[in-house]
T-cell receptor
Framework: QQQVKQSPQSLIVQKGGISIINCAYE??????FPWYQQFPGKGPALLIA?????SEKKEGRFTISFNKSAKQFSLHIMDSQPGDSATYFC?????????????FGRGTSLIVHP | KAGVTQTPRYLIKTRGQQVTLSCSPI?????VSWYQQTPGQGLQFLFE???????NKGNFPGRFSGRQFSNSRSEMNVSTLELGDSALYLC????????????FGPGTRLLVL
């Protein structure tokens, strides 16, 4: 059962444009929401993360927006570059004390055209 | 500091066989988690080991098992392989158990024929 739904499955943007990837979760026991970036032949690497008590977090060109009431969060990549072309995964990590099953979205393949 | 290493990187097996994959965590990391990555299901958590004990487990059948050694290195075993077990198996390490931040290895690509 997919507990984190990620969209779109694929995304093509032009260099300099904004890439937006969305995720929605169901389980309110999650309390940490990281985004991972994965290049072909490599494992996922942590990009940026947020907690539900914060509505937005920005690190360089990457921003997470978080809507706790809607149980949704999104990744915005500003000024997208060809080097950003990769697969992006959102994830939801359970709070301490309960069942621990980190849950990932199915990924978004981003292509940034030069 | 060296990253997470996984061996082998590629593996081809036939149905019914068993396979063992190996993971060496980042030095000083005591927790090792395993994930299965497929195009259809994405990344799915298999289990987490800490101090040589399985501490957390995902929703996979008993054919998937693992162990951790005193030096924190971990192995994952899949018995009676099925075609659907074809996937990229990722290992991730962290300093503590149930860590929010994990560091992934490059994975082992398993193809079951």
């Amino acid at each position: 059962q997919q507990q984190v739904k990620q969209s779109p499955q694929s995304l093509i943007v032009q260099k300099g444009g904004i890439s937006i990837i969305n995720c929605a979760y169901e389980n309110t026991a999650f309390d940490y929401f990281p985004w991972y970036q994965q290049f072909p032949g490599k494992g996922p690497a942590l990009l940026i993360a947020i907690r539900p008590d914060v509505s937005e977090k920005k690190e360089g060109r990457f921003t997470i927006s978080f809507n706790k009431s809607a149980k949704q969060f999104s990744l915005h990549i500003m000024d997208s570059q060809p080097g950003d072309s990769a697969t992006y995964f959102c994830a939801a990590i359970p709070a301490s004390g309960g069942s621990y099953i980190p849950t990932f979205g199915r990924g978004t393949s981003l292509i940034v055209h030069p | 500091k060296a990253g997470v290493t996984q061996t082998p990187r590629y593996l081809i097996k036939t149905r019914g066989q068993q396979v063992t994959l190996s993971c060496s965590p980042i030095s000083g990391h005591r927790s090792v988690s395993w994930y299965q990555q497929t195009p259809g299901q994405g990344l799915q958590f298999l289990f987490e080991y800490f101090s040589e004990t399985q501490r957390n487990k995902g929703n996979f059948p008993g054919r998937f098992s693992g162990r951790q050694f005193s030096n924190s290195r971990s192995e994952m075993n899949v018995s009676t392989l099925e075609l659907g077990d074809s996937a990229l198996y990722l290992c991730a390490s962290s300093i503590i158990i149930r860590a929010e931040t994990q560091y992934f290895g490059p994975g082992t690509r398993l193809l079951v024929l």
